[in-house]
């Protein structure tokens, strides 16, 4: 019961997000909850988004604690960590990330003074692809891709001790591929976020590379990739009577083309990388994931494409315990 362990938070806007992580680095328990959106609307206002993170906490501390009772006691905890901004940048902010800081102040103030690190939404996401897969050697650099509502970044990473070092290559050039998503989604009539509706529905179309027509360009420069073109292509292709199921298909297959294009200049760029870790919760979609890995491996010789599991693809708080875990245990 005395177990060392580790408290992860997230609250990002899309989902509110706590984990417990032990030691050793396995997952204890975790708890995580949607942000409710109104049908027909594509997202919510910072003010509302931290509103509601403050609202569903509590029970989702809760659920948590319950999960741990049998296992560790809360007052081993060693520390916590909370993503605070979007990106590892200092002009990088939003306010809704500031109902985690808040909350783990008080727990980490409650807990002893415990130490609270302070990372990005964004290597939460690397951390938490990270803990699932078995990189050639962890010290050498990668190009990851960050695919979520907010943020659409290629970039050249390589870990430290306090998380990541990060160059970016290329970022989304105005609408983001989540953004896409949710606003073709909510056009077809789909929930909010429309990530999984759309997956559904392409897989259930009568789409195939034989017989369709219909597809969407991907519009990269580099390796910044833009979406505001392709999803005013897509809401056309609606309007215009295409079949929802096809429209859906060919929104996966402009993203993933898109994300083939930036990562092949990123590579040209980076000749010696040999690995690129996808992650975010666009990345979730398996045809997305299967169209990429597909095309890098036949064009790149000796090249590895890594995925998060699907369900610590989307927002979740693992990669905030872990990033606090590795510093606090080589301090």
């Not at 501390?61 to 200092?90: D, E, K, M, N």
């Not at 990473?157 to 989604?185: C, M, P, S, W």
């Amino acid at each position: 019961m005395n177990e060392a362990w580790y408290l992860g938070i997230d609250t990002s806007n899309y989902t509110t997000s706590i984990l417990a992580l032990s030691e050793a680095g396995e997952i204890l328990a975790e708890s995580r909850k949607i942000l409710p959106v109104e049908s027909g609307k594509v997202g919510l206002r910072q003010s509302e988004a931290h509103f509601h993170h403050l609202q569903q906490f509590p029970t989702l501390f809760q659920h948590l604690t319950y999960q741990l009772s049998s296992s560790v006691s809360l007052s081993a905890c060693r520390g916590i960590g909370v993503s605070i901004r979007p990106r590892p940048l200092a002009v990088s902010y939003m306010p809704v990330f500031q109902a985690g800081w808040s909350i783990a102040c008080t727990l980490a103030a409650a807990w002893g003074n415990l130490p609270i690190v302070r990372t990005s939404h964004q290597e939460n996401h690397l951390a938490a692809a990270e803990y699932f897969i078995s990189r050639k050697s962890n010290d050498s650099p990668y190009i990851a891709v960050h695919l979520s509502g907010g943020t659409s970044d290629v970039l050249l990473v390589k870990k430290n001790r306090f998380g990541y070092r990060i160059e970016t290559l290329g970022e989304g050039a105005d609408l983001h591929a989540g953004q896409y998503v949710d606003r073709v989604g909510t056009a077809m009539g789909l929930p909010f976020p429309a990530g999984p509706h759309i997956e559904a529905l392409a897989k259930s179309s009568t789409w195939s590379s034989e017989n369709s027509l219909f597809s969407i360009p991907s519009s990269v420069r580099g390796s910044s990739m833009s979406f505001s073109g392709p999803c005013a292509a897509a809401l056309r292709a609606l309007d215009n009577g295409v079949e929802t199921g096809i429209v859906a298909r060919a929104v996966e297959l402009s993203i993933a083309n898109a994300v083939i294009k930036a990562v092949s200049h990123g590579i040209q760029l980076h000749p010696e990388v040999e690995e690129v870790v996808i992650a975010g919760g666009v990345a979730a979609n398996q045809t997305i994931r299967q169209r990429i890995e597909y095309r890098l491996n036949k064009q790149f010789k000796n090249f590895h494409v890594y995925y998060a599991p699907v369900s610590y693809s989307s927002d979740n708080a693992l990669g905030t315990a872990m990033i606090a875990r590795n510093f606090i245990q080589k301090r």
